[in-house]
Structures are given as structure tokens and as C-alpha cells.
């Protein structure tokens, strides 16, 4: 919040350019801002309500909307028009979820099924209608920011938005995507570890006293992160006010609806209930999320269900969940060792998410660090409390803080033979930037195609592509004289820009990476089908306009070359070069792309060996000249 004012019209307190921390969960998302007095982060509710908002949607025929709490009660009333734990589908495909599409009780297709979409990012089909993963996001926050702006009385058009430490770019720009859709100015992403971290005031100004002539220690904090249908530890440093993620790890499949799972298949295997087991198991799984919460504090929960008693102790409980929890401790086990650090090197724990409510949980998660816990702060609430922190820095009200995130998964370039080149690992600090000189393979080479990809495959086919452009434009030298520095830059927000210059020329061209899909609302949505409807044209149009620039460039080149150094060619050569340049002055005419590649091909072979002598003779030149 950057100003308060006083609306003298009315004597309220008017908050203007108020920003607002959103924690958009895959089971509850909310709202929180600095309060304007106490200056202390609070979650937003109505008076009678708890914060939470759960990421429910539900579609009604009527072509009705609800999200939220009420959504909930159709997930069992009328599940295939309910759509939950959309978050995990944000910036993935078919391929992606397919295998866990089964458990879903809405349907996902693909985007190829739905609009014969190349890029084949996944939709939800409700009735006639398709959503993606972005539509869905938005319709949460578009509920987050209507409520919000019913308790605060003012309009609320900027927000910083927490996600996943592992996030992909894709993902990121997916949440940044969904935020615009809902009217937010999305100021900033950051991730949920961060956020929690903020919450508990681990780096905060206040907690580093300055002048004292010491330098305040930097702490290591393991932020483990147990959610409704998601798992995450990140390991973090802070040190002076700098956030650094020094690892990540976790199960998008891993929660506390596992958790309900557990009970509600030892409950079917213990009562043997007659009739519908699907229905049964809707049931008693809404029964079993009730017997985790009460057991939290309770050692026995007892109800009834189709005139059966059903129970549970919490040593029961706990046997069913072993597993479960022990899993999490493996991935602890995971990202202590990608940041190269030892358990008693972890000097904070801080606990995130509902599930971490579970005794077991914070008692193996405290054995296996060896240490008492942070749990004083809601874990409902601690991510979405820190991310109104971090919108209070960005309103400028705290300047001692200073954010630093990792990359999830390796970038780089795609090389000869479909290779992964790796420019920035793993785990990278962001803001980062890094770069590496590249050349052509062929011999008046005019473009250059730069293609991005995410991920720890060797072979770039099994990595993610983000981008890929041309650049054009390098004038004509012989193969491995120009010299192409591609440069990565990773912003704050953790989005890449990509930028390549040819350093003897100075020619140059930059992108940003954006997710492989435009808006989903209407504009984009038509802008996606024409290009799909015209794809293969525009394809074939700039395959044909890449050759042709390509032969024109060479032909230049070579005419050039040809004028400086007629002293040092054969008369055979020009003349054989004359008539392959005929050749490809011809088929450039005809505009037929096959048959100027093979001339522009010819050429080159050509001219070749002789550029090469003179290379050569030029090199020998300048050594003796060096000799002297
Ligand atoms: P997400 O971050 O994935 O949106 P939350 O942090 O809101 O999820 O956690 C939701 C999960 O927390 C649900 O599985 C819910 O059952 C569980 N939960 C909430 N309260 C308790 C409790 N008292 N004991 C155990 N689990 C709880
Ligand atoms: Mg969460």
C-alpha cells in the first residue's frame, strides 16, 4: 500500500493503490494485506468466515459461476462440472497429467482434441465448453479479488502472487496470464518458501539490527510445505535481507488428500459397506478429511455412516500415514543434498500448509531435522501474509529487503544434432544472466535459429520448448567466422529474456519468453485459431522466405569476395561460379524453395575450397607479417 488518505467527503480511510499478497493454493487460496494501522500482515475475511477460499469452481447449467465455498458441495453433488486442484494443470499439457487424469472426476483433453491446437496444452471440458488451466486460475481470482474488494471497500487492482518454488517459466507466466484476466495488475510472483519465510520475519530489517558493528549471521531455513494435493521443501539462505533458494524439492501428487485417501480405503476394507462403492468413497472420504482434522487434537474419532459405527484412533491414523510422511522426508532428504548441506546445518523449519497440522508430521519433520519447528504462525495463512510483505516492499514502504530466487529446471539452447546445451544449470540465483558464443556451420550462413529449451534431458526432444526464433541478417562469411553471442537473462519475476548479437556485424534480436499459448480470452483464443487455421501456410511462406534471404545474401557474398580477391582465384572457379550463381538467380525467380536450397547448396560448393584458400593465404600472411 503506497498512500493513505483521508476522503474528506466521507471521514473514512481511503487506501490508495492498495496491493494485495494473494496465495493462489491448489486447495485454498486468500487474500492479505499490511494493515493500515498495526502495519502487521493480515489475512482478509468476513466477519463470520474463516480466510480460506477454496479453489473450487462449479459450472452450473444455467451457465451460473460459483467459486469458492459454495463450489465445494457440488464436488460430490455434481462432480463433472466441478473443477478442482486446477493449479496443477497451469502451464502443462496432456501428456503432462494424462496418467493422474484417471482420479479427476472432471474431464481433460487435450488442446489438439479441443481446437486442433499444435502446442497441446490441456483444457477441461465442461458441458460444450473448453477451459484451460489460465480461464481457471482467473475465475479463482477473480472471486479473491471480488471478495476482497468487499471488505476493504476499494477497489483492489494490483497484487503479488505466490507459486511454487519448482514453477517452470511456463507456469509462472500461466499465473502472471491468469492474474491479468482477473483484472490484477500482477506485480510481481513470487514463491511460496519466500513468502513464508518473510511471514516469520527471517530476514526482515528488524530482525538485523545494524550499527552494532557486527555483521548479522546469514541462516539457513528449510521451508516444508504440506498442502491439500501438493508437496514442497525448499531449502533457503538468508543472510543482510537477501532470500536465496538454494534447493527445491517435492510431489505435485503428495497431500493431505492422500492423507483422506489412507482412511477412507482402511474404513471400505474394515466396514465392507453394500451398494455403490463410488458413492460410499465420496463419502466417506469428506468423513475422513473431518477424522484427520479432529484427530489433530483428539485420540479418537467415532461417527456413524449408513447406520454403521465408523472410528478411528489416532495410532491408527498414524499407521495408515507412515508412508505417506515418509516420503516427504525423502524429498528433505533430496533438497538438503542439492544445496550441499548437512541437517544440523538447517538452523530454521518453518511449517506451511494444512496438512502440516498432522502431530505426525511435525514430529518426523522435527526428528529429521533435529530441531523445534516455526509453527506459530498459521499455516493456512503464512505464505498469503508473507506475500502482502513483499507488495509492502514493492509499494516501497521496506527497502532493507532484497528478493533472490532459483531457477527449477536447466535452460539452454538447442545445438547440432538436437543437443541440449545448458547455459544456466538448475538451481540458478535469479536475477541471473549468462551467455556463450556460437558460430555457423555453413559458409555464407545469413540465419541462425535459436531455439530455447527447459530441462535436464540431453536430447532437446525431451525437454520443454519455450521459444525459438531467427536470427537473420548475418552477413555472409565463411562457416565459424561470425561470432553469435546468445545471452540468458532471468528478471526478477523469474521470466527469460533471450537475446543474440552478432558480434562482428552488431546485428542483434531479443525475445522474451512467454508460455507456448497466447491470452485465453476471446482476442487471444482467435488470434491462437487463425494462426492454427493458416499454420501450415505461414509455415511453408517462411521456410520459403528464410532460403530466399539466405541465396541472396550469398549471392552477394560471393560477388563481393569474388571482385576483392580476382587475383587469387582460378579463371575455372569464376566461371564455374558464375553459372551456379546463374543457377540460383533462377531459381530464386521461380520462387520454388527445394530448388533454391539445392542451388544456394551447390554454390557454397563451389565456392567453398577457394574461400578457404584465401582464408588461409590471409592467415599466413598475417603470421609473417607477425615474424617480422
Ligand atoms: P494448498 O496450499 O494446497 O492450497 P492448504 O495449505 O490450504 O493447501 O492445505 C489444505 C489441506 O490441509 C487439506 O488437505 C486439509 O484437509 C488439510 N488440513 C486443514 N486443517 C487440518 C488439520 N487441522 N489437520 C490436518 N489437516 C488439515
Ligand atoms: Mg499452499
Redesign the pocket.
Known sequence: MAKIAINIATGSLQQEEIIVGIDL?????LVAIIHPESKRPVALKEHDKRP?VP?VIHFGDNGQITVGEEAKQYLVTDPANTIFSAKRLMGKTYHDVKSNAGALAYKIIDGAAATANENKLVKVQVGETFYSAVDLSSLILKELKKQAEHILKTPVTKAVITVPAYFNDAQRQATRDAGKLAGLDVLRIINEPTAASLAYGFGAPSNSPKGGGQATTAKTIAVY?L????FDISILNISDGIFEVLSTHGDTYL???D??AAVTEYWIGEYKFAGDELKHRQVLRLKA?EA??YL?ANELFESVYEGVPVSLTREKFNELIKPIVEKTIGSCRNALKDAGLKTAEVDEIVM????T??PLVKKMVSEFFGKNLNDTVD??EVVALGAAIQADILAGNTTNLLLLDVTPLSLGLETMGGLMDVLLPRNSKIPTRASRQYTTYKDGQGSMKIAVYQGERDMVKDNRRLAEFNLTGIPGMPAGMPKVEISFLINADGILVVNAKELRSGIEQSIEVKPQYGLTDEEGEKMLLDSMEHAKEDIGRRALTEAKTEAEQLLQTTEKFLQKNFTLVTPDEVSATSLAMQALQLSLELNDKNLIQTKTEELNDISRPYAERVMDQAVSKAMAGKKI
Open positions: 493454493g491448489t486447495t485454498n487460496s480460506l479453489s510445505d498442502g491439500g494435493g501438493t497431500g493431505g488428500d492423507l483422506d478429511e484427520k482434522k489433530t506451511v500448509g494444512g496438512s497440522r498432522v499455516p493456512d
